[in-house]
């Protein structure tokens, strides 16, 4: 698959106070294509009865959320500074990848619009929410060169209950960030950090993909047909770290 995808971020910068103790900013980042975005290639499929895989061209349909973010710093002396950042990721507008194949009618609604002419091949799209980023840190100067610095955010899932899976998958995060900077000159940095995340139990009784039968199949010595395997999935949980 291939193509090419435009986008577009837009940013503020202020400083309200004229010494730059205190700075604030904010920007805009849209999604790629500006919404959807639609890659071609083509789509081999190889069944156990033909090595020879089959080829058809296809296009592949994704949209992914932009995103808004904000910060700020407040240098409250010559060695400290507390800093804020935001990000809000808008997942509600985020469609589940889905390729077609030309000359078919399309069954599917991506961004607002129906291409009468693809049908999307896919499993169906998963309801994801608006997910929040806020994070606290901050920084001291143990000398005019060198900085310490840590943060600790908190993330929200975009992935509702309702809507967990082993392939949709999320869960709340916290995160703990600490490490230093040391300026070699105007131009020249260095910085070394480490950054602990942990992802928060999530308990699952009532998804909605909590049911799955392969569709593969098999024929019995009386000729009828009978899945070959199925699975399902109610409670998960986990704790990670990375």
């Known amino acids: 698959m291939s193509g090419v995808q435009i986008g577009a971020a837009v940013g503020v910068y202020w400083e309200p106070k ?11 980042t849209s999604s790629p294509g500006f919404g959807a975005m639609r890659l071609h290639g083509t789509f081999d499929l190889t069944t156990g009865s033909n090595e020879t895989p089959t080829t058809t061209p296809a296009d592949l349909l994704q949209q992914y959320p932009d995103l808004i973010r904000f910060g700020g710093a407040w240098r409250f002396s010559p060695q400290s500074e507390l800093r804020f950042d935001g990000t809000w990721q808008r997942w509600s507008d985020f469609k589940l990848p889905v390729h077609r194949v030309p000359g078919r009618l399309v069954r599917r609604q991506l961004a607002g619009r129906v291409d009468q002419h693809d049908e999307p091949q896919g499993r169906p799209a998963a309801q994801l929410d608006d997910s929040v980023k806020l994070r606290l840190g901050a920084a001291t100067w143990i000398t005019p060169e060198t900085e310490i610095f840590g943060s600790f955010a908190w993330e929200s899932s975009p992935v509702a209950p309702a809507n967990q899976d082993p392939l949709i998958f999320d869960s709340q995060r916290l ?17 070394l950090a480490y950054t602990y995340v942990y992802y928060l139990p999530v308990t699952v009784t009532n998804s909605a993909y909590g049911q799955y039968a392969l569709a593969r199949t098999r024929r019995t010595r009386t000729g009828g047909t009978r899945p070959r395997c199925s699975c399902s999935t109610a409670r998960s949980g986990t704790g990670s770290r990375s």
Do not use: I, P, Q, V
Request: a positive charge.
């Open 18 to 28: 004229a010494d730059g103790t205190l700075r604030l900013g904010a920007s805009y």
């Open 175 to 191: 995160e703990g960030t600490l490490g230093a900077r040391h300026a070699f000159g105007r131009h020249l940095y260095a910085s």
